[in-house]
């Protein structure tokens, strides 16, 4: 049974990581650009704010779940804002020459893993879709008990944290073949694609 639950949560994980959306661009664009731990990193802080949306539905945390709900408003309003500039700034950067020889900083990993972990906590929608489908496994509820739910939201960051793995992996595989003129390519659509979304989300801040 216990292992039954853990799956389930890993299913749900891979399911809501595997959707292609800002983050997916962002992390593929970062791995292309910075390589591999720069990208898993980024993946990894989108895993764990999954995770943390994921144990608020799972706890029945509702006075959280509420607070964060009541703000989504401002805090998609700071998340359209951050994704646009990410996306004018990913438009005018220049790829490097050689991309397999680029280093990365262990301050720029860092802060890789808490742009991607602060972007993915500014849409609280994603806290009604863990209610939604942790209901139907009667986790969240009285029936549910404190190691029913730890193990769902464990499965939740695993199922998470492997599609990252698989996705920059995958990326940095391939990464090498890309000449500097497929990378400037790349970048630009994919820091068009970034603002597009930051545009989005604004547009429906408006509408609230």
Known sequence: MAVSFWLRGL?????????????SVLC??????????????SGLGVACADALYGS????????IGTLIIDQQAWIRLIGGLFLLYLGGKTLLARPAEHAAS?????????GAYLS????????PLTILSFAAIFAGFGVGSGK?????????V???????????????????????????????WIHRISGAVIALFG??????????
């Open 116 to 123: 991607t972990l602060l972007l993915t906590l500014t849409n």
């Open 56 to 63: 608020v539905a799972a706890f029945g945390l509702s006075m």
């Open 154 to 184: 464990g499965g939740v960051f695993s199922g998470s944290a492997c599609w990252w793995l698989i996705l920059t992996g995958a990326v940095s595989l391939l990464r090498g073949r890309f000449t500097a003129r497929w990378l400037l």
């Open 102 to 110: 680029v280093a990365v900083k262990t301050a720029n990993l860092v």
């Open 144 to 152: 549910s008990n404190v190691w029913t739910a730890l193990l769902v």
């Open 28 to 41: 593929i664009q970062r791995t292309l650009r910075r390589g591999f731990r720069y990208g898993l990193l």
């Open 11 to 23: 299913l749900i994980g891979l399911s809501v990581a595997a959707v292609v959306g800002p983050m």
């Open 199 to 208: 545009l989005f989300i604004l547009f429906s801040f408006l509408l609230l």
